[in-house]
T-cell receptor, first 117, second 116 residues
Framework: AQKVTQAQTEISVVEKEDVTLDCVYE???????LFWYKQPPSGELVFLIR??????QNEISGRYSWNFQKSTSSFNFTITASQVVDSAVYFC??????????????FGGGTRVLVKP | GAGVSQSPSNKVTEKGKDVELRCDPI?????LYWYRQSLGQGLEFLIY????????KSGLPSDRFSAERTGGSVSTLTIQRTQQEDSAVYLC??????????????FGPGTRLTVT
């Protein structure tokens, strides 16, 4: 069975600080996909990134960056120079290769990020 | 274009009553998922539709929960004889289906269900 663990339940930082969110996953599949979603106070889940298990290249998108390490089964997310608008709950998720079950997502417990001005 | 919509946005019901939650996926999306977000259980998968069929119902917590999808579009999640532990936000997502295009799920705003 697949499992995603986000050990940090809440992180509080002051604006312009960097913040790193940890994500550790478990799966028996060799092909799988990892995601990060943002859930702002409005409640709607917003897709941030998807990585597949064969691509360990780190990725940077503006102030966001992701570090994928298969050796440690981790897919960590860093926000550089945080802003108040980054305050949200962030979810890491895992999807195994599409089977009869489609691409259902297994989510971690989420990390609440509070950025103070 | 229009995203995934859900109705109602909020629902308060008395314990023991039945409720229906509706999801309108993005037009052309063949895959539809229901998830539940609650304080105790986090975000959990309930059921997956491909077209009008539900190949995976493994996440439905009890036989009080059922869902259907008609015309390959609108889906309804029904909870019978609601219990207080059913209180949660019910999220719907849709995607293009299988393959790489199906990996991108688009989520609706959710229905907040409160059972009193």
């Amino acid at each position: 069975a697949q499992k995603v663990t986000q050990a940090q339940t809440e992180i509080s930082v002051v604006e312009k600080e960097d913040v790193t969110l940890d994500c550790v996953y478990e799966t028996r599949d060799t092909t799988y996909y990892l995601f990060w979603y943002k859930q702002p106070p409005s409640g709607e889940l917003v897709f941030l990134i998807r990585r597949n298990s064969f691509d360990e290249q780190n990725e940077i998108s503006g102030r966001y960056s992701w570090n994928f390490q298969k050796s440690t089964s981790s897919f960590n997310f860093t926000i550089t120079a945080s802003q108040v608008v980054d305050s949200a709950v962030y979810f890491c998720a895992l999807s195994e290769e599409a089977k009869a079950a489609g691409n259902k997502l297994t989510f971690g417990g989420g990390t609440r990020v509070l950025v103070k001005p | 274009g229009a995203g995934v919509s859900q109705s109602p946005s909020n629902k308060v019901t008395e314990k023991g009553k039945d409720v229906e939650l509706r999801c309108d996926p993005i037009s052309g999306h063949t895959a539809l998922y229901w998830y539940r977000q609650s304080l105790g259980q986090g975000l959990e998968f309930l059921i997956y539709f491909q077209g009008n069929s539900a190949p995976d119902k493994s996440g439905l917590p009890s036989d009080r929960f059922s869902a259907e999808r008609t015309g390959g579009s609108v889906s309804t999640l029904t909870i019978q004889r609601t219990q207080q532990e059913d209180s949660a936000v019910y999220l719907c997502a849709s995607s293009l289906g299988k393959g790489l295009g199906g990996l991108q799920q688009y989520f609706g705003p959710g229905t907040r269900l409160t059972v009193t």
